[in-house]
């Protein structure tokens, strides 16, 4: 069974966000869609694990902003693969309030959905949140970044946490390719590739790469990479 057939499952990237009295937190998330159009109706799909989680449960409200196909993977990283347990995602990033008072990130979106919560179904690691659309907006006409696109355009990594996640396969690679993954995210460095948001050119080696560079998924420096293979 070849599981990577589900990464051509239409998914995109979004960052959700609630509250939880004078807190908010958000997260990035895959599993996004509209149910019904009278009354316009979605669902999202959270991990139990995650602080969002919490936060919604408690507010019944969240909001889902859906992000631009040129959006930095280390944005998509401060979302996705650091807790608001330990900082404050949405510090230094644009966003609005809403009619539900969650925070709407409107940095890098091309528009976002606010939503109230009439249903939650239990389906084991996850919650499918099911609301009403309490409020919409479009932000910019930018191209929609595609669940694919991240993966195979931006080499972008997904959270255990994700309801995609799909652990990878180990495979043997030839010494003289001198890839190397992040211990972190799982992020891997291809000095075929280089790193265009960080403006490390094709053809750079890891060894070469400046001591201040870091991941652009989740910001970890070079000393978190090991040699993949």
């Keep these: 069974m070849d599981l990577q057939a589900l990464y051509k499952i239409g998914y995109g990237v979004y960052i959700v966000c609630s509250r939880q009295g004078d807190r908010f937190n958000g997260q990035i998330a895959n599993t996004f869609f509209q149910i019904t159009s009278e009354p316009p109706t ?14 919604i449960t408690a507010s019944k409200v969240f909001t889902a902003s859906v992000l631009a196909q040129d959006t930095p993977l280390s944005f ?5 693969f650091k807790s ?78 994700a309801p995609s996640y799909i652990a990878p396969e180990k495979k043997e690679e030839a010494p003289k390719m001198d890839k190397y993954e992040c211990k972190v995210c799982g992020y891997i460095y291809d000095p075929a590739l280089g790193d265009p948001d960080g403006g490390i050119k094709p053809g750079t080696a890891f060894t ?12 970890a420096g070079k000393e978190e990479f090991e040699k993949a293979g």
């Design 42 to 55: 979605v669902a999202v799909s959270i991990n139990k694990k995650n602080l969002t989680h919490e936060f």
């Design 76 to 80: 998509i990283g401060q979302f996705g």
């Design 84 to 161: 608001g347990r330990d900082l404050n995602k949405l510090e230094n990033v644009q966003y609005k309030m809403g009619v539900t008072g969650a925070p709407a990130v409107l940095e890098n979106a091309v528009c976002y959905v606010e939503v109230k919560v009439i249903k939650e179904i239990d389906v084991g690691t996850h919650t499918i949140f099911i609301g009403e659309v309490a409020g919409a907006e479009v932000v910019s006409n930018k191209a929609t970044m595609t669940y694919e696109y991240y993966h195979l355009v931006k080499r972008g990594s997904t959270p255990k946490n």
């Design 208 to 219: 070469d790469l400046p001591e201040t560079w870091v991941c652009p998924v989740c910001g």
